[in-house]
């Protein structure tokens, strides 16, 4: 089987003033595979969440190759990248992002509402199912607002998993939450990750919850550092 994620020399400038140019990744090689469970860590400015974003196709690379399950994306114009993305990854981020006027079950439904075609009942169905995976169940018809963040937190996973992706980006998914709700949502993504062989890309500070994975990733100053094992 393909990798899920393989990055050839990714490098990425940003403009931060005509002329000058600041190269923060300078040529990433990374390779996932189908079912891994990843932290990747670094200090802060390091480059984490400019990587999650061109591997999330949210923003381009400067140079270097992107295979998503073995698709080159390269060369791929903008809408076909975005049909990619909709289908192959689902996101997670530190802030929820749930819309605060709709019920749990339609922020589920949202990423199958922006694909379109998906017919009302299975949609529902849909919801339904995740909700009462994430232990929601009974909050479907609930507000998103008159939950607490670990719960909108568990919403917001149901929601990254409505189209079946292949990936799940998660940026800092615990970073606003109490130990506890932390620990609940950590380990939530990590029965769905062995339930279900979605493999998981995780941004964290977190060291407690990065040994629980199958591997680390460190950037350091735009540059991945060594592989190394979650110590024990
Ligand atoms: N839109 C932008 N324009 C200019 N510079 C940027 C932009 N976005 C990020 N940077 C710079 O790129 C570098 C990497 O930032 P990035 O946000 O990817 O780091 P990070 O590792 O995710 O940090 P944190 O852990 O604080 O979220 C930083 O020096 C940052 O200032």
């Given at each position: 089987?393909?990798?899920?994620?393989?990055?050839?020399?990714?490098?990425?400038?940003?403009?931060?003033?005509?002329?000058?140019?600041?190269?923060v990744l300078h040529g990433i090689d990374l390779a996932i595979r189908p079912g891994e469970f990843v932290a990747l860590m670094g200090p802060s400015g390091s480059g984490k969440s400019t990587l999650?974003?061109?591997?999330?196709?949210?923003?381009r690379p400067a140079s270097g190759r992107l295979?998503?399950?073995?698709?080159?994306?390269?060369?791929?114009?903008?809408?076909?990248?975005?049909?990619?993305?909709?289908?192959?990854?689902?996101?997670?981020?530190?802030?929820?992002?749930?819309?605060?006027?709709?019920?749990a079950?339609?922020?589920?439904?949202?990423?199958?509402?922006?694909?379109?075609?998906?017919?009302?009942?299975?949609?529902?169905?849909?919801?339904?199912?995740?909700?009462?995976?994430?232990?929601?169940?009974?909050?479907?018809d609930n507000r998103a607002t008159n939950m607490s963040g670990g719960q909108q937190?568990?919403?917001?996973?149901?929601?990254?998993?409505?189209?079946?992706?292949?990936?799940?980006?998660?940026?800092?998914?615990?970073?606003n939450l109490d130990t506890a709700s932390a620990n609940a949502v950590f380990e939530l993504m990590r029965q769905i990750n062995r339930e279900r062989s979605t493999t998981f890309l995780i941004v964290t500070h977190n060291m407690d919850l990065a040994r629980q994975c199958d591997r680390i990733v460190e950037v350091v100053d735009g540059r991945i550092t060594p592989a190394r094992q979650p110590p024990g």
């Amino acid at each position: 089987m393909a990798d899920v994620l393989v990055l050839d020399q990714i490098r990425k400038s940003y403009n931060v003033g005509t002329p000058v140019e600041v190269e923060v990744l300078h040529g990433i090689d990374l390779a996932i595979r189908p079912g891994e469970f990843v932290a990747l860590m670094g200090p802060s400015g390091s480059g984490k969440s400019t990587l999650l974003n061109i591997i999330g196709l949210l923003d381009r690379p400067a140079s270097g190759r992107l295979l998503i399950n073995g698709e080159d994306t390269t060369d791929l114009p903008d809408a076909a990248l975005t049909k990619l993305r909709g289908h192959t990854i689902g996101f997670v981020f530190q802030y929820h992002y749930l819309i605060s006027a709709f019920t749990a079950a339609e922020n589920v439904m949202m990423p199958m509402l922006v694909d379109r075609g998906h017919p009302d009942r299975q949609m529902e169905e849909r919801a339904a199912e995740l909700l009462d995976r994430v232990g929601l169940g009974k909050w479907r018809d609930n507000r998103a607002t008159n939950m607490s963040g670990g719960q909108q937190q568990r919403v917001a996973v149901a929601r990254a998993l409505a189209m079946d992706p292949t990936l799940v980006l998660a940026d800092e998914p615990t970073g606003n939450l109490d130990t506890a709700s932390a620990n609940a949502v950590f380990e939530l993504m990590r029965q769905i990750n062995r339930e279900r062989s979605t493999t998981f890309l995780i941004v964290t500070h977190n060291m407690d919850l990065a040994r629980q994975c199958d591997r680390i990733v460190e950037v350091v100053d735009g540059r991945i550092t060594p592989a190394r094992q979650p110590p024990g």
